[in-house]
């Protein structure tokens, strides 16, 4: 069983920015698959951001040259580096792990962006 936990959400302004962090328990962890999603009220969750085990990378239209994400295999952990951030990113932001043919989910964290 594969653990997930978020953090790092929060309010801030329009324009600011935030880091989110995203803990997966087990190993190997460097051969996880990981993803940011998020969910607005009343829509679906979409992908924002994932990485594979070899590092590639793919962002949603929405978010291509704001967010970045990034992986430490030694602290078992993916980070969403959120950059001027617009009131439309305001959400819910889950973390997935994908391994073995599942995805593991976190309980997501927060993300809301005043103007």
């Known amino acids: 069983q594969v653990q997930v936990v978020e953090s790092g959400g929060g309010l801030v302004q329009a324009g600011g920015s935030l880091r989110l962090s995203c803990a997966a328990s087990g190993s190997p962890f460097s051969a996880y698959a990981m993803g940011w999603y998020r969910q607005a009220p009343g829509k679906q969750r979409e992908l924002v951001a994932a990485?594979?085990?070899?590092?590639?990378?793919n962002y949603a239209d929405s978010v291509k040259g704001r967010f970045a994400i990034s992986r430490d295999n030694v602290k078992n952990t993916v980070y969403l580096h959120m950059n001027s951030l617009k009131p439309e990113d305001t959400a819910v932001y889950y973390c997935?792990?994908?391994?073995?043919?599942?995805?593991?989910w976190g309980q997501g964290t927060q993300v809301t962006v005043s103007s």
């Open positions: 990485i594979t085990s070899g590092g590639s990378t």
């Open positions: 997935a792990a994908k391994t073995q043919g599942r995805d593991y």
